[in-house]
């Protein structure tokens, strides 16, 4: 009798072990790149980026106009956020619009995610010693971003906009359903996992108890003679392999940002 075949579900994992610290040029802390796409682009020219921080000290973030960044604390305090008097936001569009008055905003509760321009020169205070903090960085007008947390244990379906999954907190399995377990990836704090395509619901993450997952969706904003969605996860999946496998990024400077 012929063998039910097994549905396998491509994928790239990036281990915490491997990202590597880049000091910022002010000195108060550290980035370690996830991935940034297209995989030539410098920091003038991204369409999105996923990195995790080290924040030592106070100090101004560097700013990205016509960016929209989202941050979640990981671990730490946590940190404000404090515009400068007489400096005005260039508002995103998504995830969520930001009061024209709000000086002010407050990252105190690890996993929830925090959306503000980057476009502004935003002061960090630190509540009370080092925070690590997990960014992603989207371009407007050329993508919209989504940052999911997934919490607690259960299984979920791999969303078809998914470029880019990260444990932030416990233990995640991906796999395939009805795939043999030497198809699984058991991923660890800092982990990460990037699918090679997308719309492929055989796909699914399997979380622990207390585990913290999040989930990066890009949704690009379609041009003429644009890629396709399944195109797009594939050109993200193609920055990240990237990453992993060590790839110059072009115009990459090698102090990171305040970022």
Request: aromatic share 6%.
């Amino acid at each position: 009798m012929d063998q039910p075949k097994r549905e396998t579900f491509p994928c790239t994992v990036r281990r915490a072990a491997t990202l590597v610290p880049v000091p910022w040029k002010n000195g108060g802390g550290t980035t370690r790149e996830i991935a940034m796409s297209p995989v030539a682009a410098s920091f003038d020219d991204f369409i999105w980026r996923v990195s995790v921080a080290e924040i030592a000290r106070d100090g101004a973030f560097s700013d990205f106009p016509g960016v929209d960044r989202t941050i979640v604390l990981l671990d730490g305090a946590g940190m404000d956020l404090e515009r400068p008097p007489g400096t005005s936001p260039d508002l995103p569009a998504h995830p969520a619009p930001l009061s024209p008055t709000l000086d002010r905003h407050a990252l105190r509760e690890p996993y929830v995610p925090l959306s503000f321009d980057g476009g502004t020169r935003w002061h960090a205070r630190l509540v009370d010693g080092p925070t690590h903090d997990f960014n992603l960085m989207v371009r407007r007008g050329a993508a919209r971003g989504t940052l999911t947390t997934w919490r607690g244990a259960g299984t979920f379906p791999l969303p078809a906009d998914s470029v880019l999954l990260f444990v932030a907190h416990g233990t995640a399995t991906w796999h395939a359903r009805g795939a043999a377990p030497s198809d699984a990836h058991t991923l660890r704090r800092f982990d990460s996992v990037a699918p090679a395509v997308s719309r492929a619901p055989a796909a699914c993450v399997a979380l622990d108890a207390g585990a913290v997952v999040l989930v990066v969706g890009i949704a690009m904003q379609r041009a003429a003679g644009a890629a396709d969605a399944t195109d797009a996860v594939a050109t993200h999946h193609a920055a990240y392999t990237a990453a992993d496998t060590g790839a110059h990024v072009a115009g990459a400077s090698p102090a990171a940002t305040a970022s």
